[in-house]
């Protein structure tokens, strides 16, 4: 008992002894520039789905559905930067991150990759509104291409033709999936 009382003396007084002073003559307090070019808040205008523009859940739909959006965030961590993303879809909030593969400041355009997302399972009343969170998701988490230019935002994918296609596409031989986004 004694033996427990002297050390519970000596780690108190460990506790309390005076802070040591930390000299701060080389630490700046320059605030970092922002790096990520994507980093914001993106809301959904349109869709263009091969050959075809959409509002973000079908021109029928427009305005009865929530704002569609998307968030890119950045973060320190303790093994480098982790970058996050969350939003609003037709009907569910998600989340999820990704990396920016490549980026070249000139064109303002890059190479993404998204993991997978998570979302809350609510349902939504009109089918219609599912579905559209559904394109929503899928072209999303498949796109790999990005460009920003004028406080817009393009996500893509660009899918080569179907195998035995003559090449009188419009399309030449591919066709693409755009998410327009302006920021918010």
């Known amino acids: 008992m004694k033996t427990n009382l002297i050390y519970l003396v000596i780690l108190s007084a460990i506790g309390c002894s005076a802070p040591k002073q930390v000299s701060t003559e080389n630490q700046t307090s320059k ?12 809301v ?16 029928v739909n427009e305005g009865k559905v929530k704002e569609m959006n998307l968030t890119f965030t950045s973060e320190k961590g303790f093994s480098g930067d ?10 569910n909030d998600f989340s999820g991150g990704y ?32 579905e559209c ?7 999303l988490q498949k796109s790999e291409d990005f460009k920003i230019e004028g406080g817009k935002l393009q996500l893509s994918k660009t899918y080569p033709l ?10 030449g031989d591919s066709y693409k999936n755009v998410l327009y986004f302006e920021k918010k």
Do not use: H
């Not at 520039?33 to 808040?41: A, D, I, V």
């Not at 959904?44 to 021109?59: E, I, Q, S, T, Y």
């Not at 982790?82 to 009907?91: A, D, I, M, P, W």
């Open 31 to 42: 605030p970092e520039s922002n790096s990520n070019p994507l980093e914001g808040t993106w």
């Open 133 to 139: 969170e559904n394109r929503y998701f899928l072209y």
């Open 99 to 130: 990396t920016i593969l490549a980026y070249d400041e000139k064109s303002k355009t890059g190479k993404i990759q998204f993991s997978p997302l998570i979302s809350t399972k609510m349902a939504a009343v009109e089918p219609t509104f599912m």
């Open 82 to 91: 982790r970058k996050k993303l969350y939003g609003q879809s037709s009907v």
């Open 162 to 171: 179907a195998k035995g296609d003559t090449g009188n596409s419009p399309f």
């Open 44 to 59: 959904l205008k349109n869709v263009l789905m091969g050959d075809a523009m959409d509002a973000p859940c079908g021109f």
